[in-house]
């Protein structure tokens, strides 16, 4: 089963009986409030803003039970998957809890030592930050960022990689497998950053081994944040960051 797969399964019935508090699209991220004040947040993918119109979709889901948000993980329209991730680490906020803090430890869990080679989906500044500090080889592209070009990154992904980084970004893209195809078996793979769904089952079928997410902890704050077009260092302000990696 693919990853949409897996999410959809996992959570039809909780979001059958799920009503959606409130939906917040804001510029950078979403955030999706449920009736029982979980939240789950995932970046706000937008492709070229050509009206002032973004969300197609006429209905008004708050109020309303949530599963009609989850069933958006298999629309073909990148805004609709974002709302669809958001509810998916709303329907799993409960869960969260049982995982680690995240104690900065990502480089050495993914044995990334001076020299190494990494490949980077998505520039994470402050870790690429780090990297240089290790005088690491990297490979990176960010679509967005127009950093790199996917040719040049998957030849190095495949022959030329110790660690591989990748945006939770991916998720909501629907690029996740596709990279992950590329990677070399045996090799460590992280997915971070608050869009990032701490739900280590749907990822089984890939190579991850670490994921790192995001647990709001005050909602009113974080939506304030998001509503305000703010970006991921004043989200951490008021949540949890989270830490899995497999044994």
């Not at 510029?27 to 029982?36: F, M, Q, S």
């Not at 073909?76 to 998957?81: E, F």
Request: glycine share 6%; aromatic share 8%.
């Amino acid at each position: 089963m693919k990853i949409y797969d897996k999410m959809y399964e996992l959570f039809r019935e909780k979001a059958a009986g799920m009503k959606v508090a409130s939906i917040t699209i804001g510029l950078g991220y979403t955030a999706i409030v449920l009736e029982d004040d979980s939240i789950g947040l995932s970046y706000t993918w937008m492709d070229g803003k050509t009206s002032c119109s973004l969300m197609k979709d006429p209905e008004n889901y708050e109020g309303k039970k949530a599963l009609p948000l989850l069933e958006k993980l298999f629309s073909d329209d990148l805004l609709n998957r974002s709302v669809a991730v958001a509810t998916v680490n709303a329907l799993n906020y409960a869960n969260c809890s049982a995982f680690a803090e995240d104690r900065d430890t990502l480089l050495d869990d993914l044995k990334i030592a001076t020299g190494s080679r990494v490949s980077m989906i998505g520039f994470f500044a402050p870790v690429v930050e780090k990297l240089k500090k290790r005088r690491v080889e990297l490979n990176v592209f960010d679509l967005g960022k127009q950093i790199g070009t996917k040719e040049e990154f998957y030849t190095g992904l495949r022959n030329n990689t110790d660690a591989v980084i990748l945006t939770s970004t991916s998720v909501i893209h629907g690029s996740t497998e596709e990279v992950l195809e590329n990677v070399s078996p045996g090799t460590p793979c992280a997915m971070i950053g608050p869009t990032t769904p701490m739900i280590p089952e749907v990822f089984s079928h890939l190579p991850i081994t670490i994921l790192g997410g995001t647990m709001p902890l005050d909602t009113e704050q974080v939506v304030r944040v998001i509503r305000n077009a703010r970006g991921t260092k004043d989200i951490q302000r008021y949540s949890k960051k989270v830490y899995w990696m497999a044994d």
